[in-house]
């Protein structure tokens, strides 16, 4: 069966607000029964309010019309990010005043509130899962799509996986890229060896251990799998292999399936907004300019679909390579354009795979356009009369 993901493109026949994005949202929270699936519960809505001077999360307008379809269908809303996302966002717009709700830290102003789930995988025995996401009834995933250092692509599935999560797991999810070996110098590896393998990375990504002095420490984020330094390491001392990079992916996909365990099935939704997609996470704390042409608002109850969806629809149009930071390069041209900038083990769609394979969605799915823009009788452009 193929599981509806419905879409609001960026593209207008007239030049009226009902062609907008933040409209085509309402006709998406129509199609999704938003209003009807929340009387009396209490709704987290989990986003991520940015950091600094970020101007590229998802916007007020956006958030306050999700707040309004809960309140009008009975339910109780709130604003759930993580603790140093939350304290300042008011800077960035986002206040009791203009959502609607309040905005709390998912785990408390602390990271100190939450539910441990035991599961282990790699380095990580148990999950601390955030007691405000935990604590609610009802979920409503809210995601900016973009960039991301870690695996390529930050949407719905990232959104939950590492904002629902306490402080000290989200740390223990980098970490895990760690876990499989892959520096295997010996005696032969003096500090001269070690300075050739660093200088040579344009990404400062491999540098000499602080701790192990002869040992290689690679920073995955950095990391676009050049090879540069596997032509300089001695034979067999260096793997740049994917099972570290895809180690995160599968990371995320546990971590979603947990918080995905403590809500009903039908008590979750999908909302996210490829808008001013920049070329890494909304963590950094700024925005730059846009490496993908906009691609539209989506909607779905499943988040395997709805990542897929996003990824596919992204995936038609190449990067905007003048927009990208001259500190970055693109050294692939093969896969989704997010992988051409953050190296091929970066695959995008290794989250849906993982999360197809735990059960939590399909990758099957159906894209109903919720306007179609083909629909509409074109007309000239009117004019707002003056007041
Ligand atoms: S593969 Fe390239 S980017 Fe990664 S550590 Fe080696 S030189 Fe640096």
Same mark, same amino acid.
Request: with cysteine; hydrophobic share 35%.
């Given at each position: 069966?193929?599981?509806?993901?419905? @879409?609001?493109?960026?593209?207008?026949?007239? +030049?009226?607000?009902?062609?907008?994005?933040?409209?085509?949202?309402?006709?998406? +929270?129509?199609?999704?029964?938003?209003? !009807?699936?929340?009387?009396?519960?209490?709704?987290? /809505?989990?986003?991520? &309010?940015?950091?600094?001077?970020?101007?590229? &999360?998802?916007?007020?307008?956006?958030?306050?019309? #999700?707040?309004?379809?809960?309140?009008?269908?009975?339910?109780?809303?709130?604003?759930?990010?993580?603790? =140093?996302?939350?304290?300042?966002?008011?800077?960035?717009?986002?206040?009791?005043?203009?959502?609607?709700?309040?905005?709390?830290?998912?785990?408390?102003?602390?990271?100190?509130?939450?539910?441990?789930?035991?599961?282990?995988?790699?380095?990580?025995?148990? =999950?601390?899962?955030?007691?405000?996401?935990?604590?609610?009834?009802?979920? %409503?995933?809210?995601?900016?799509?973009?960039?991301?250092?870690?695996?390529?692509?930050?949407?719905? @599935?990232?959104?939950?996986?590492?904002?629902?999560?306490?402080?000290?797991?989200?740390?223990?999810?980098? !970490?895990?890229?760690?876990?499989?070996?892959?520096?295997?110098?010996?005696?032969?590896?003096?500090?001269?060896?070690?300075?050739? /393998?660093?200088?040579?990375?344009?990404?400062?990504?491999?540098?000499?251990?602080?701790?192990?002095?002869?040992?290689?420490?690679?920073?995955?984020?950095?990391?676009?799998?050049?090879?540069?330094?596997?032509?300089?390491?001695?034979?067999?001392?260096?793997?740049?292999?994917?099972?570290?990079?895809? &180690?995160?992916?599968?990371?995320?996909?546990?971590?979603?399936? +947990?918080?995905?365990?403590?809500?009903?099935? !039908?008590?979750?939704?999908?909302?996210?907004?490829?808008?001013?997609?920049?070329?890494?996470?909304?963590?950094?704390? @700024?925005?730059?300019?846009?490496?993908?042409?906009?691609?539209?608002?989506?909607?779905?109850?499943?988040? %395997?679909? /709805?990542?897929?969806?996003?990824? !596919? #629809?992204?995936?038609?149009?190449?990067?905007?390579?003048?927009?990208?930071?001259?500190?970055?390069?693109?050294?692939?041209?093969?896969?989704?354009?997010?992988? =051409?900038?953050?190296?091929?083990?970066?695959?995008?769609?290794? %989250? &849906?795979?993982?999360?197809?394979?735990?059960?939590?969605?399909?990758?099957?799915?159906?894209?109903?356009?919720?306007?179609?823009?083909?629909?509409?009788?074109?007309?000239?452009?009117?004019?707002?009369?003056?007041?």
């Amino acid at each position: 069966m193929l599981h509806p993901v419905y @879409f609001g493109s960026p593209r207008q026949a007239r +030049l009226e607000a009902k062609e907008t994005l933040p409209a085509k949202l309402d006709l998406i +929270l129509d199609r999704l029964h938003l209003r !009807d699936r929340v009387k009396g519960e209490t709704v987290a /809505i989990k986003m991520h &309010t940015g950091n600094n001077i970020g101007y590229s &999360t998802v916007h007020p307008v956006f958030v306050r019309k #999700v707040v309004q379809a809960i309140k009008a269908g009975g339910g109780k809303p709130f604003i759930a990010d993580v603790n =140093w996302d939350t304290a300042g966002a008011e800077e960035r717009g986002y206040s009791t005043e203009t959502l609607g709700c309040p905005v709390y830290p998912a785990a408390g102003p602390d990271e100190k509130y939450f539910y441990t789930h035991a599961r282990p995988f790699k380095n990580i025995q148990n =999950w601390k899962i955030a007691g405000l996401i935990e604590d609610a009834t009802f979920l %409503v995933n809210l995601s900016h799509v973009k960039g991301h250092p870690s695996c390529s692509f930050g949407a719905a @599935f990232k959104n939950l996986a590492l904002g629902c999560m306490a402080g000290e797991t989200r740390s223990a999810m980098h !970490d895990a890229m760690h876990y499989d070996r892959y520096w295997f110098g010996d005696e032969r590896t003096d500090a001269a060896t070690c300075q050739r /393998i660093a200088a040579v990375c344009p990404q400062a990504a491999i540098v000499e251990d602080k701790h192990t002095p002869g040992e290689m420490h690679l920073h995955f984020e950095q990391c676009n799998q050049c090879g540069r330094c596997l032509q300089v390491a001695p034979p067999g001392s260096l793997k740049i292999d994917p099972v570290n990079f895809h &180690t995160f992916q599968e990371a995320c996909a546990i971590s979603v399936s +947990l918080v995905l365990s403590t809500f009903a099935p !039908d008590k979750v939704a999908h909302i996210s907004l490829a808008t001013h997609m920049t070329p890494v996470c909304d963590c950094f704390g @700024f925005t730059g300019m846009p490496i993908l042409p906009d691609a539209g608002i989506f909607g779905s109850d499943d988040i %395997v679909a /709805i990542d897929q969806a996003v990824l !596919d #629809v992204t995936g038609r149009t190449p990067l905007i390579e003048e927009n990208i930071p001259t500190s970055m390069e693109v050294h692939t041209r093969e896969g989704h354009p997010l992988r =051409w900038l953050h190296g091929p083990h970066k695959d995008p769609y290794c %989250v &849906t795979e993982y999360g197809e394979k735990l059960g939590l969605g399909s990758r099957q799915y159906e894209l109903i356009d919720v306007l179609p823009v083909e629909q509409i009788e074109r007309a000239p452009m009117g004019y707002i009369p003056a007041r």
